[in-house]
């Protein structure tokens, strides 16, 4: 990893001799100390963002978390695997393509309202027969509930299909990239 051979430290480094390295290197080029020379200053920067990009890294594996690099932002740190398999940060997992993976408008979220209020009338007309023991009600209940799966499935159609062709050629290109690397 870059971080590790900017600090100078082996692969398997701990976070104390991230410290060390960091406390070292940071005082013998701080622009304080050199005058103001600009490659100093550089050198000062990039040290400074590798600990950080290090102790994130420790952190996070303490708390068993998995980290890795976005394949969106480029950001390291915690990581995700999305739903067309490729490493995002936690940010970066729901917005495929840069934008929203399920752009719901108002009336699909109604749609989705009116689908659960069919299941809760099927569940009434299936308890309602169970206490009657009436058909009629066990036949409402069960034509509800099918109705409801119907519904459901007609939402969910049409929202994966919502992604524009030439995201779902980008997500396959990705897709790609990624085998081809293994």
Do not use: W
Not at 64 to 83: K, W
Not at 103 to 121: E, H, S, T
Not at 134 to 152: H, K, Q, R
């Amino acid at each position: 990893m870059a971080c590790l051979r900017l600090l100078g430290l082996p692969e398997a480094a701990s976070a104390a001799e991230i410290k060390r390295a960091y406390r070292r290197l940071a005082q013998r080029f701080h622009p304080d100390k050199n005058g103001g020379d600009e490659s100093a200053r550089k050198h000062f920067v990039a040290i400074c963002n590798a600990y950080r990009v290090l102790m994130r890294k420790v952190r996070l594996v303490s708390r068993n978390t998995p980290v890795g690099r976005c394949c969106v932002c480029g950001e390291f740190g915690e990581a995700v695997v999305g739903l067309d398999g490729l490493t995002r940060c936690p940010s970066c997992v729901l917005r495929p393509g840069g934008r929203p993976l399920l752009p719901l408008p108002n009336y699909a979220i109604a749609k989705c309202g009116a689908a659960f209020a069919m299941l809760g009338l099927s569940f009434y007309l299936i308890v309602r027969a169970a206490q009657t023991e009436s058909l009629s009600y066990a036949l409402g209940g069960i034509a509800a509930g099918l109705g409801v799966l119907v519904a459901l499935a007609v939402i969910c159609l049409r929202v994966v299909f919502c992604i524009r062709p030439h995201e779902q050629k980008a997500m396959q290109q990705a897709r790609h990239r990624r085998h081809s690397a293994c």
